[in-house]
């Protein structure tokens, strides 16, 4: 049971809990974000259109049929039960969400799906191969990159691309170009330590 408010939107018809919330929290968030990142936040309706897109996620291309507002992050998570990328902020901010996309480490809840129909996309999950931890993984736990764990798929993730991309040369530069990913345990030093590694081993 929904409390009658003086708001008509809302007094005219029941709403759940999660939508109002929603309804809310979009509305406090619509004013600070990127155009496309705010309209990604509203409700779908059954007038909301359709895309279809192909996405090879770690190897597998799925056809998939989405709200063109949808980020990868959402349809990773929500669509293809792929909930190894973490949504920690959904705003850019935080490098939780980061996957590589055709080789490139993006926030992929800044990234809309649509807009990426044909894209190669690998996520934590692909990692492994046979049973057997990819070196950077190994890394991590070699030199215990984590606390909670939390931020540790965004931060594997950025540290491949950051080793592919040659900027994994020395601590200092991996600092410099991982700092995008934050970890609010403050496990920088194994992180760093853990990229450095594996881009030896590499
Ligand atoms: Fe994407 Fe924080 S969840 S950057
Ligand atoms: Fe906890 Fe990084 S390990 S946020």
Redo the contacts with the bound molecule.
């Keep these: 049971m929904v409390k009658k408010t003086s708001s008509p939107s809302l007094s005219s018809t029941k709403v759940s809990r999660r939508e109002a919330l929603q309804l809310t929290v979009g509305a406090v968030a619509l004013t600070g974000l990127p155009s496309e990142t705010a309209a990604a936040t509203g409700p779908s309706t059954s007038a909301t259109p359709r895309v279809t897109v192909a996405l090879t996620v770690n190897g597998t291309t799925h056809t998939l049929d989405i709200d063109p507002r949808q980020s990868i992050?959402d349809v990773l998570r929500e669509k293809l039960d792929l909930s190894g990328t973490?949504?920690?902020?959904?705003?850019?901010?935080?490098?939780?969400?980061t996957v590589l996309v055709d080789g490139r480490r993006i926030?992929?809840?800044?990234t809309l799906a649509a807009m990426h129909d044909g894209a190669q996309i690998q996520t934590v999950e692909g990692l492994e191969s046979n049973g057997a931890l990819h070196p950077l993984q190994q890394a991590f736990i070699d030199h215990e990159g984590l606390q909670c764990g939390f931020c540790t798929p965004g931060q594997i993730m950025s540290g491949l691309g950051c080793i592919s991309e040659g900027h994994a040369t020395s601590p200092e530069e991996i600092k410099f170009w991982m700092s995008g990913n934050i970890c609010r345990c403050g496990a920088y030093p194994g992180i760093v330590a853990a990229v450095a590694d594996a881009a030896g081993r590499g």
Excluded at 107 to 110: M, N, R, T
């Design positions: 992050l973490k949504k920690g902020c959904n705003q850019g901010a935080c490098g939780a969400c926030v992929s809840c800044l």
